[in-house]
């Protein structure tokens, strides 16, 4: 089977659980529990999404948000916010090295979380160009300032030395 170019044109997207969605083509074929995948999950959020059936091969291909409907678009948006969650870092408590490992005590939109970090290099990435800063821990969980500069003045003075 060819790859399936899905836009509001070709087919329409429901969500039929956390993970999936149901592509159903203008001429009525229905494909089911098909995993959609962002391509480029932290610089490009709305384009190029790969939908993936159970085998995990790309059976169709979403472009762009902007070529969808609404409703496959909030399907699609649905399954992205169970499957890429990310905690929001709303404030910064505390930070303190200690042989080489840095202590990080933060507010999330998911309540107050204490995490480590290895090394401020690699854990910590300012998306050049943009406010946005993502860290990683040493769990390798992730955690996304979505704009630092909309912090309050102490988890500024706390952050400024990491970025």
């Known amino acids: 089977m060819a790859r399936i170019y899905v836009d509001q044109y070709t087919g329409r997207l429901e969500r039929t659980d956390l993970y999936h969605v149901r592509l159903t083509l203008k001429d009525g074929t229905v494909l089911e529990d098909l995993e959609p995948h962002r391509l ?15 085998s995990e091969r790309e059976v169709a291909f979403v472009r762009d948000f902007e070529e969808l409907d609404a409703a496959s678009v909030q399907a699609l948006k649905e399954c992205f916010a169970e499957y890429y969650m990310i905690p929001k870092i709303e404030s910064v408590l505390e930070i303190s090295e200690k ?22 290099q690699s854990d910590i990435k300012h998306l050049h160009g943009t406010t946005r800063v993502l860290i990683r821990d040493s769990n390798d969980n ?5 704009d630092y500069t909309a912090l309050d003045a102490h988890s ?8």
Not at 45 to 51: C, Q, V
């Open 40 to 54: 480029f999950p932290i610089t490009n959020m709305t384009m190029y999404i790969s939908l993936l059936d159970a």
């Open 156 to 163: 500024k003075y706390l952050l400024f030395p990491y970025l």
């Open 142 to 146: 992730r955690y996304e300032i979505p």
């Open 99 to 120: 042989f080489g490992s840095i202590k990080w005590k933060v507010n999330t939109d998911r309540g107050t979380v204490t995490f480590r970090i290895r090394n401020r």
